[in-house]
């Protein structure tokens, strides 16, 4: 197995870049990166309409954040690449088929975890936004938001884990990511597959586990900050 590493590293780790486009595990983490940084304000929105008071925003928001959930991803990848050419009229390449595909996705997983946060807010956060007279949106983007999204940093870290994991997916169509990466390792080595799986999983598993210490040691200081107002506001 680390022979394997030691002879193919830098195809796992870039794919055929330069001589092709970039791949590997870059390429997973840069499919990640963005797509959960563009299925943000999409989350934020549905967070939001399933807050909201009005059935008319409510519901439909409801509505899609349990649909997109109780659908498989790989059925979001396979209409994002039937559906997408088809509505912009030209081809579209598998990265961007995989970000959009993604970023439906991961936009309800997100809106849940924003929901989430605004709710584990004391009331009195807001009353006392509109008791200083802000209207309710500029109540949620200078009081409520802020906090939220800072409490759910270490929730969005994990989300972010998650969806490493289901970049994986692409190989079906046939994205350079760092399993499609491995596939052609396995082409080339052709005896060796057990060996070079086996080596996917163990670079997964080795980013991940880091990727969570991250978000357990973001999940510390948060906590400790959260801790800290109501000892300060004490001691004041």
Known sequence: MWEILSDNWLLLLVGQYPNGPMGGLVATLGLAALSLSL??????????????????????????????????????????YFFVPVL???PVAGFTTLVVALVCYESAYLAEIIRAGIQALPPGQTEAGRALGLSYGQTMRRIILPQA?????????SQFVSTVK?????????????????NQLNSILLVRPFEVFGL?????????FILTGLARLVDIRVARRRLAKPLQAANA
Request: proline share 5%; charged share 10%.
């Open 149 to 157: 999204l800072y409490n759910m940093l270490p929730s969005m870290m």
């Open 88 to 90: 912009i009229g030209r």
């Open 200 to 208: 996917l999983a163990l670079t997964y598993f080795t980013l991940n």
């Open 166 to 182: 289901e970049t994986s997916l692409a190989y079906v169509i046939s994205v350079q990511e760092l399993t499609y990466a491995a």
């Open 39 to 80: 299925a943000l304000p999409f989350g934020l929105l549905l967070a939001l309409g399933r807050l909201s008071s009005r059935r008319l925003l409510r519901w439909p928001a409801t509505a899609l954040v349990y649909m997109v959930r109780g659908l498989p991803l790989l059925m979001f990848i396979f209409w994002a």
